[in-house]
């Protein structure tokens, strides 16, 4: 089940975030923008969506709002525990879905280049590669898929 987030789910997501990116620390030299992000604000803010699993046990997260144009997807986390059992992809099409029922045609998302395993399941899943460049000191490689609304 995919339900939108309330205040009482900040821990479970901010720890949710510290437990999937922590791998990456070592290959970026720093923590990922994930793990220092204001999920707080993000909740009040209606932007981030939490995945359940059938005993309402936390599986993962999404983070997605409204931009010009299109729908960014900012961040993704699956536990490591759920992780290999579709919760991601479940996530991902959530947001598509969102996308076209509010009529945006594309979804648009970024991916450090040291995610090298992002790099290929993005397009896997239909995202084509957009863009490169340097943001807050992180290389990010864009990526977008076209939702038809």
């Not at 901010?14 to 793990?35: F, H, N, S």
């Not at 309402?56 to 931009?67: P, T, Y």
């Not at 290999?84 to 280049?113: M, W």
Request: glycine share 8%; aromatic share 10%.
């Amino acid at each position: 089940m995919i339900r939108l987030a309330v205040a009482t789910d900040e821990p479970a997501i901010r720890a949710c975030a510290e437990q999937a990116y922590a791998r990456y620390v070592p290959l970026i030299g720093r923590k990922p923008a994930p793990m220092s992000a204001d999920y707080a604000w993000q909740i009040a803010q209606g932007m981030v969506y939490v995945a359940t699993d059938d005993q309402s046990n936390f599986q993962g997260f999404i983070v997605f709002h409204a931009e010009q144009g299109h729908m960014l997807l900012e961040n993704v986390a699956v536990l490591p525990s759920a992780a290999g059992r579709g919760v991601g992809k479940a996530l991902i099409a959530f947001c598509e879905n969102a996308a076209q029922q509010r009529g945006i045609g594309a979804v648009q998302l970024y991916t450090n280049e040291k995610m090298t395993e992002n790099l290929s399941i993005y397009p896997r899943l239909g995202y084509v590669q957009v863009g490169q460049r340097t943001e807050e000191g992180f290389k990010r490689v864009y990526f977008e898929k076209t939702v038809v609304p």
